[in-house]
Nanobody, 123 residues
Framework: QVQLVESGGGLVQAGGSLRLSCAAS????????MGWFRQAPGKDREFVSS????????YYADSVKGRFTISRDNAKNTVYLQMNSLKSEDTAVYYC????????????????WGQGTQVTVSS
């Protein structure tokens, strides 16, 4: 059974930082691309970032490029999202995603989803 458990969300002032973590089980983590999507109230889900199975390939949405950094620790089956210079428009529920197939470089909405963690940025 696949389990993706996100943590690290919360309330932060604009300009502040948060680090999200996602602990994965039930997936072949060392060969699975991992990533993050988010959904703000009243808006569609949007891709945030993904990291390939080896950690060498990363992708970012234009809206977060230069502010967010994705990383992974294959020894801990955990993926991280460091979020700096947060803006009010980053307020959303952030979801961890794990690829269904091995050796992919990025994730999609068809992959495994966690339950989400709320990030609220106050202006």
């Amino acid at each position: 059974q696949v389990q993706l458990v996100e943590s690290g969300g919360g309330l932060v002032q604009a300009g502040g930082s948060l680090r999200l973590s996602c602990a994965a089980s039930g997936v072949p983590f060392n060969t699975a691309a991992m990533g993050w999507f988010r959904q703000a109230p009243g808006k569609d889900r949007e891709f945030v970032s993904s990291i390939g199975w080896s950690g060498r390939t990363t992708y970012y949405a234009d809206s977060v490029k230069g502010r967010f950094t994705i990383s992974r620790d294959n020894a801990k089956n955990t993926v991280y999202l460091q979020m700096n210079s947060l803006k009010s428009e980053d307020t959303a529920v952030y979801y961890c995603i794990a690829a269904r197939k091995s050796y992919f470089l990025r994730v999609s909405e068809d992959d495994y989803w966690g339950q989400g963690t709320q990030v609220t940025v106050s202006s």
